[in-house]
């Protein structure tokens, strides 16, 4: 007759005779990429370092899982995380997994990369390989006003992109050359850790998005399916997922740090970030 070990008793035995479950450290990625407004941060270094150093130091974990869920950002944001990832992995020799919700695009799917296998949603949008600046120009609108606009510098570059001044030739030429860096690094960094893109397929690189399906057979995700399911298949029913969360303040907290004399001024430009955020989101119907 078989004898079974009472689950309470079972960790007082020797560590030869338990039978652990595998464990597997999960990280959120949700919003968008850098520094939203001064009362929300987005995803960024500062704010993840602390979360991706105890992924990794979880104990008897057999890989670290990304759940990404974001329309992108800060390009230089998104390639620090990236790098941080890929460094973590290396040192704990840990395998590294990314599964899409609704998004991962832009710099969203640079942190994907960071992963040694993508699975995405058959509807997530996958892609937007590509690097966009974006302003607004008030300077017909000051001119209606009979507001003048006075700019003294030091450095003809220096008050490049003005937007209360008339867009300078010179400036977005410059601007261009800055992007066209940008998209080198991105297009290289995804060719180089995904090798199964389909090299007579379109061209991945337009900023152009894909639903997981699409992805699939062009070679930006590995296979569909969520985090659990998947990750059940890959390790047992009984894998343990270790949900590492992101420590914050309250809203109110944080809100009251900041604010002072003068915060309406701050409540606008929180509301001018909200609706950029919002901007970020709906380009991809979400």
Request: hydrophobic share 45%; with cysteine; proline share 5%.
């Amino acid at each position: 007759m078989a004898f079974t070990i009472p689950a309470g008793l079972r960790s007082l035995l020797p560590a030869r005779w338990r039978k652990r479950k595998p464990r597997v450290a999960v990280v959120r990625l949700d919003g968008a990429i850098g520094a939203v407004s001064p009362f929300r941060q987005g995803l960024s270094m500062a704010s993840l370092a602390a979360p991706l150093e105890r992924a990794f130091a979880t104990p008897r974990i057999a890989a670290v899982a990304l759940v990404i869920n974001s329309p992108g950002g800060s390009p230089a944001q998104s390639h620090l995380i990236h790098q941080r990832i890929r460094a973590l992995a290396a040192e704990k020799s840990l395998p590294v997994y990314a599964f899409v919700e609704d998004v991962a695009a832009s710099g969203g799917y640079m942190i994907a990369c960071a992963a040694d296998e993508i699975v995405a949603d058959p509807t997530s949008l996958i892609g937007s390989i590509g690097v966009v600046s974006a302003g607004f120009g008030f300077d017909r609108f000051i001119e209606r006003l009979g507001v003048e606009r006075r700019v003294h510098t030091q450095g003809e570059a220096k008050a490049m992109l003005d937007p209360f001044r008339p867009e300078n030739p010179d400036d977005i030429a410059r601007l261009k050359r800055i992007q066209a860096d940008v998209q080198d690094l991105f297009t290289t960094l995804v060719r180089g850790r995904r090798s199964g893109l389909d090299p007579n397929g379109e061209n991945l690189f337009t900023g152009a998005v894909w639903t997981g399906r699409q992805a699939v057979s062009l070679g930006l995700v590995d296979g569909l399916g969520d985090a659990r399911s998947s990750l059940r298949a890959r390790f047992g029913a009984d894998v343990e997922l270790v949900m590492i969360a992101e420590k914050k303040g309250s809203l109110i907290a944080r809100i009251l740090r900041r604010a002072g004399p003068g915060s309406t001024a701050g409540l606008a430009g929180e509301a001018i970030a909200a609706i950029e955020e919002r901007t970020a989101w709906a380009r991809f119907g979400l």
